[in-house]
């Protein structure tokens, strides 16, 4: 059973009588452990597709199984439990709370999960060591750099130790060296720690730190291939 | 989530929005405060209004000379000198006025006392003995004159106690003589403080038996009012038919359209002045409507723009695993506390207020303004902008909840 199945997915989006097409009929699966690119320019769907498969939005059409249930069984209190517990989101924006401590935002997750109120705060200081922030930690994110930003919002998606971990354009805002850096972090998360990634990048490059690209454009996979030599960002970092 | 965290999360929200929350809370504030102010204040000159009037006896009745004033160019006819001696001694009978259980004489003006070097500037009151009964005054010191007094145009005096504050300071005043008019008096008696009762203001009054009254200071053979009483309330329209024909005979009127008195009863006063006070009341309800209007759109304005802008905080908890009810649970807690703080705080600061102001009235007016708390003002005001609160607080971020988490993550 695949962690992530999608058949003819498809996402209309009505805007006052105006229909536009975002998918128009996306099929592939992604097995638990994987580190896929989802790649293709701006309008192509990627983004839809990402937020479909985050349980973010709803498709039009279309079947979308995750952990083998189709999404349309899950209730919104279901979803929002997969959400909190199965995925971690990391967003180009970074969207952190604003004039809140980097260790309040990364203990959000947790105010809407099971976990008791007595390990929040040691399950998001190892979330915040992971991405090396430990010193930042009482900091506020006008306090940091974008990269910072971006790390703080790596140990968010972490702090509940999900399966699946999304993250849109994650180094779309930040320079080459804080991007490389948010790399690391995420083949070091797939590889040691075995979380399941799913990224969603425009930029070739920054792709082929994946191991496998789905290739999306005008709403349909064109291309669905592994990668023969994977990027180490850690090598061009030391470089 | 558990209701602690939710807590937790709407003191952290409110503590993050700290403008905002100051904002709202102020808002609400000021609205209560105002409905507060408005109405306390109203309240209190709605009641000094009443208590003039209640300050005589709903059986009492007062015959003024003139012809009732029925426009401007009737004032002049209020200062008559039609009520005389005679009119006193028939009035009293019983075969004329069955109905009279008492009737007082009294003259009055502005007349200067001075004991020693102290001069004060009283109203003059003459009257006959049963004026304390008929005002329901009592001496706090010494006592009122006799019937024996009037007779003998005593010189004894009572006075109030401003009078006697300041022409005595803090010095017994009773056996003391003032001098009013080139005459001398002895003061017989001192009233307690009591601030306004009927039309006159006692504090400020010296009263003298109305014979020495007429006689020695005023110089003139009638009296200003008489005031009386009737024996029970029911009687009150036979006791002023039978003063009016007595007077009527008396005065040899045939037409009551050429009366050269009237005869005001309390219910005259109470309706008169019942469609004052209706109309001031009608006038604050208005005024307190308007401030909670005005009030309301305030907190609904800053409501509505604040939680709307965080339609993106709402979308990103969402996305982070947070239910429609845990969205719904913090704005509820924020709104609350905002409104809850803001309604206290309005309350007490309204009422510290009309406190501070009706004390500041008391102090250099002789008003007997008293305090009033308008409770169902405040608690009208506060169920107001309480549920304006809630409702804007919470409407905006159910619809945000409602969202799909990408659709509130984007909005902007």
Redesign the interface.
Known sequence: MSLIEVKNLEKIYANEGVKTPALRGATFSIEKGEFVGIMGPSGSGKSTLL?IL?????PTRGEYRFDGRIMDEYS??EK??I???KMG?I?QSF?L????SVL?NVK??L???DIK?SKWNLLAKNAIESVGLSHRIAHEPSQLSGGEKQRVAIA?ALV?NPEVIFADEPTGNLDSQSGKMVMEILQKLNQKKGHTIILITHETYTAEHAKRIINVRDGQVVRDETVTRQRRAQEDFIK | ?KIA?SL??AF?GLK?NKTRSILTILGIVIGITAIILIVSLGKGAQNLILSQIQGLGSKTLVVIPGREPKGPSDAAQIFSDSLKEKDYNELQKKSNVPTLSGIMPIVFGGANASYQSETYRLTLFGASEIVGEMFDLHTQAGEFFTQEEIKGLSNGVVIGSKVKEELFGDSDAVGQKIKMKDKSFRVIGVLPKKGQASFFNFDETAIIPYTTAQKYIFGIHYFHRFIIEADSDKNIAQTVRDVQITLRNLHEITDPEKDDFFVQTQADLVLRLGIITSALTLFLVSVAAISLLVGGIGIMNIMLVSVTERT??IG???????????ILTQFLFESITLTGIGGLAGIALGATLSFIISLIIKSVSTFGWEFSFPLSAALLGFFVSASIGLIFGIYPARKAARK????A?RYE
């Open positions: 937020h985050g349980f973010l939005d709803e919104n209190n929002a439990k959400r909190n517990k989101f967003f969207n709370l604003p004039k809140t309040e959000l997750p105010l809407y999960s109120k968010r509940n | 989530m965290n937790t999360t952290m993050t993106r905080e990103l908890r969402k996305a982070l695993g947070a239910t429609e009810r845990d799909h988490p990408i659709d993550l």
